[in-house]
T-cell receptor
Framework: GNSVTQMEGPVTLSEEAFLTINCTYTATGYPSLFWYVQYPGEGLQLLLKATKADDKGSNKGFEATYRKETTSFHLEKGSVQVSDSAVYFCASLYSDKLIFGTGTRLQVFP | KAGVTQTPRYLIKTRGQQVTLSCSPISGHRSVSWYQQTPGQGLQFLFEYFSETQRNKGNFPGRFSGRQFSNSRSEMNVSTLELGDSALYLC????????????????FGNGTRLTVT
């Protein structure tokens, strides 16, 4: 079946460090891909999305490129801030269902 | 525009009881989806309602049920509660059904945290 796999956390970084959170998907077709972010005590917010191969989603300095050949949608940011500390979820939409990865906690220290 | 509102924020119940959770979507949104979030399983899809009809369902037992009203508000019910039902229950609304969410993203509420003792 369709699934999403994320790297396990927590990911601990110092402020201004480079961030990569890996995400790969399995699907029988070509799903739309998303990154959601969950801040403490809140629900999930859409961070960025890509709907077809080679699309790049970007928002708030975060980027992710839909790579069909490696079935990946890795999240990157060039310089993280303390305020980026949150849980990040990769998700795949296929056949009317949005499937989430298990989430990766990011902790950024000053 | 007000966001997705879930009530209550916190609930404590005992095994065997039942519980009803409520979700008010963003005005104009017709699709409401429910998810269960636990540390071990992550986010698990429960069901989606659109125009008062259940359109999609995840792999949960029949103790989990829901409904949607004509104003798009939705309720989720869990009967005969078990300890393993302790979780954060998230509701999300969107303009169109999940199958069309390439351009209609989900907007999540802050969740209801259910503790079963």
């Amino acid at each position: 079946g369709n699934s999403v796999t994320q790297m396990e956390g927590p990911v601990t970084l110092s402020e201004e460090a480079f961030l990569t959170i890996n995400c790969t998907y399995t699907a029988t077709g070509y799903p739309s891909l998303f990154w959601y972010v969950q801040y403490p005590g809140e629900g999930l917010q859409l961070l960025l999305k890509a709907t077809k191969a080679d699309d790049k989603g970007s928002n708030k300095g975060f980027e992710a490129t839909y790579r069909k050949e490696t079935t990946s949608f890795h999240l990157e940011k060039g310089s993280v801030q303390v305020s980026d500390s949150a849980v990040y979820f990769c998700a795949s939409l296929y056949s009317d269902k949005l499937i989430f990865g298990t989430g990766t906690r990011l902790q950024v220290f000053p | 525009k007000a966001g997705v509102t879930q009530t209550p924020r916190y609930l404590i119940k005992t095994r065997g009881q039942q519980v009803t959770l409520s979700c008010s979507p963003i005005s104009g949104h017709r699709s409401v989806s429910w998810y269960q979030q636990t540390p071990g399983q992550g986010l698990q899809f429960l069901f989606e309602y659109f125009s008062e009809t259940q359109r999609n369902k995840g792999n949960f037992p029949g103790r989990f049920s829901g409904r949607q009203f004509s104003n798009s508000r939705s309720e989720m019910n869990v009967s005969t509660l078990e300890l393993g039902d302790s979780a954060l229950y998230l509701c999300a609304s969107s303009l169109r059904r999940q199958g069309a969410t390439g351009n209609s993203p989900l907007h999540f509420g802050n969740g209801t945290r259910l503790t079963v003792t």
